[in-house]
């Protein structure tokens, strides 16, 4: 994505040389191009083609997505909490739109003025001019046909996970011509978008990575990827007619399939993963076996892996929004002087399988005497819980802790089966990382934890960017939507086949190989899922695509984090000189007052606005709104 600001650079060039001809005044304003220069030249082309890679936003902004769902808290709330509680309505997505975060950009408004721009490089770029020069096998005019159908089916699948079935417009509307256009089926927006993503892999060219300075533009696998995302959510219950009856009682033909093919729309999600898989050049980073889950936590640190898809680059001294990229800041602990946004949840937590692949269990009193012991190697590589290790403390900060370990609890004594904080000197005996601690406690977590996965523990996040790139798809997602279609076709073979693909990605962090078939399958199917993908984006979606909403938006849980001393003890510190702690740890799985979760069923898919509505008398809104 260089590319980008390569171009705009030379842009801000032109412009600066061009000001200083004398016949400025006869001149055209060199701010804006007109459409006749724009499509004259394959530079400016291109550069209309860049703006779209930014159509869409990304998770490690400041609030990310996994804090709409059972995964993360996000302890600013700014609506969030109002958002979890399924208070939505055609006036207001609580901080989804209009709010801090990436996702605002998903956004029915949005959306289709990115849609609009696709529409325009469709309507003009007939009459561009190209040299037939080949990079990566491919012209500049074909490579950027191929990426612009990718976008158009990449916003238009968004508007589809949302709403359901949305107007599919292909032309370009001017001033004078009528708004008005309906919803179209469900079934034909999927189609649409498949059609969209067959021609862009036409177009694109077949390698892992564009070279040079088109490092990070789409690919062909890019799209074909996007197109096994796009048919396992369109086979999944939530659009399945014999699934989804209580869901999509009114306008069914909106919000999933009327007939009842779900076999060959199980099919055909199983051949575009089986196509991507076929390409022969993507596999997992570093598949080996690794008990330690470094192998696993690396892969977000990296700039290219034999796993990436497709990604998003960033450069540090390239400045954004206060609220855009800068993830180490925005989720790592207040006594690193960050932000402790995007928190993980007690409940996601408690989904990590024990080392043995058996499931952690609060009334197994071994796993309750110490929670944090012998999990998934995912476990340790993605969330930082009381004790876990970390980076260098600031030097204001080395007093509270000397050993750099995460401090998320409390010291006291318990008294009438009552706990009461003690202090250290005159300060409470509360962790550094608390919201009772000495820095900065206002932002503190919530739930007991905070987010390790994506974050480079050799960058000081309070004064510099990390370089991490955002990545969009990755073939684990792959090897998984193939699972899953083979689960749900069912019959011994596919099952077989299922495990073979989920065992070898389980086998990457040394967890045991699964063993089960039939609803047992499924089950540890979807958990894996969840766990290998965690904070990526999916489960937000795969939530509503299984229907289980009522399931995951209960409750809202934390770590309540005590180690218990006997009355009298004098404590000169969180922990003693030796680094070791004071007293028994006791951590208790706890309601997380305020920030509780609470599911209506109208929240499987969002409300159209009503300035939309207003817009367009033909738009139908979605039920329970």
């Known amino acids: 994505m260089r590319k980008v600001l390569n171009i705009m650079m030379g842009l801000l060039t032109v412009f600066s040389i061009a000001s200083c001809n004398k016949d400025f005044l006869n001149t055209a304003p060199k701010s804006l191009y007109s459409e006749n220069v724009v499509w004259s030249d394959p530079a400016l082309i291109q550069t209309f083609v860049n703006n779209m890679y930014r159509g869409i936003g990304y998770s490690t902004a400041i609030n990310f997505m996994s804090s709409f769902v059972d995964e993360t808290d996000f302890t600013p709330d700014w609506g969030t909490v109002d958002f979890n509680k399924s208070l939505l309505t055609p006036d ?106 067959d021609s862009a892999a036409y177009y694109l060219p077949n390698v892992q990575f564009q070279s040079g300075d088109n490092r990070g533009r789409v690919t062909k696998g890019a799209a074909l990827s996007l197109k096994s995302r796009v048919l396992l959510y369109a086979a999944s219950d939530l659009h399945n007619p014999t699934k989804n009856t209580a869901i999509a009682a009114s306008h069914p033909e909106l919000l999933g399939y009327t007939s009842d093919a779900t076999a060959a729309r199980w099919q055909a999600a199983k051949d575009a993963a089986k196509a991507v898989m076929d390409l022969g050049i993507y596999s997992l980073y570093k598949g080996t076996p690794d008990p330690t889950g470094k192998n696993y936590g690396d892969l977000f640190l990296l ?90 403390r600031p030097t204001d900060v080395v007093q509270y802790d ?59 996040a309070s004064f510099f960017k990390q370089e991490c790139p955002w990545r969009y798809i990755r073939y684990t997602e792959i090897l998984l939507n193939y699972a899953e279609a083979c689960i749900e076709l069912g019959g011994a073979a596919n099952e077989t086949e299922a495990k073979k693909y989920i065992n070898l990605i389980r086998d990457r962090v040394n967890m045991p190989a699964i063993t089960e078939t039939g609803a047992a399958l499924k089950a540890r199917y979807r958990n894996e899922r969840k766990i290998e993908l965690a904070f990526e984006e999916q489960r937000f979606f795969d939530v509503r695509r299984w229907l289980i909403g009522g399931e995951a938006y209960t409750g809202g849980y934390k770590a309540q984090v005590h180690y218990i001393v006997p009355a009298g003890t004098v404590l000169t510190g969180y922990r003693k000189a030796d680094g070791s702690t004071w007293g028994t740890l006791e951590v208790t799985k706890a309601g997380l007052t305020g920030h509780e979760r609470v599911w209506d069923n109208k929240c499987y898919f969002f409300p159209i606005m009503r300035d939309e509505m207003n817009k367009n008398a033909k738009l139908v809104q979605n039920p329970g709104y």
């Open 402 to 460: 000397a050993v750099n370990k995460i401090q998320v609890g409390q010291i006291g004594n318990v008294v009438g089966g009552v706990f009461t904080m003690m202090n250290i000197g005159s300060n409470p005996a509360s962790g550094c990382d608390t919201r009772q601690g000495q820095i900065e406690n206002w932002n503190g977590t919530y739930s007991g934890y905070y987010m390790k996965k994506f974050i480079d523990p050799t960058v000081d």
């Open 303 to 392: 700039n290219n892996t034999t796993e990436d898809i497709f990604t998003r680059f960033f450069i540090s001294k390239i400045g954004e929004n206060w609220d855009a990229y800068s993830p180490g800041q925005f989720v790592g602990p207040n006594g690193y002087h960050c932000w402790g946004n995007n928190c993980p949840l007690q409940e996601f937590v408690d989904s990590y399988e024990m080392a043995d692949g058996t499931k952690f269990d609060w009334n197994n009193p071994a796993h309750k005497a110490d929670p944090y012991a012998n999990r998934d190697p995912r476990f340790y590589a993605s969330v930082l819980y009381e004790g876990a290790s970390w980076r260098q």
């Open 92 to 197: 207001r997505i609580p901080q989804w739109k209009d709010g801090n975060m990436h996702d605002n950009m998903l956004t029915w408004q949005n959306l289709y003025t990115q849609i609009r721009s696709c529409n325009i490089f469709f309507a003009k770029v007939g009459e561009a001019k190209f040299d037939n020069s080949l990079t990566d096998g491919k012209t500049m005019k074909d490579r950027l046909k191929g990426e612009v159908f990718f976008w158009r089916a990449n916003y238009y699948y968004y508007l589809t996970s949302m709403f359901g079935g949305v107007p599919i417009v292909t032309k370009v509307y001017g001033l004078s011509d009528k708004f008005d256009v309906p919803r179209d089926s469900y079934e034909n927006c999927i189609k649409f978008i498949a059609q969209d993503l």
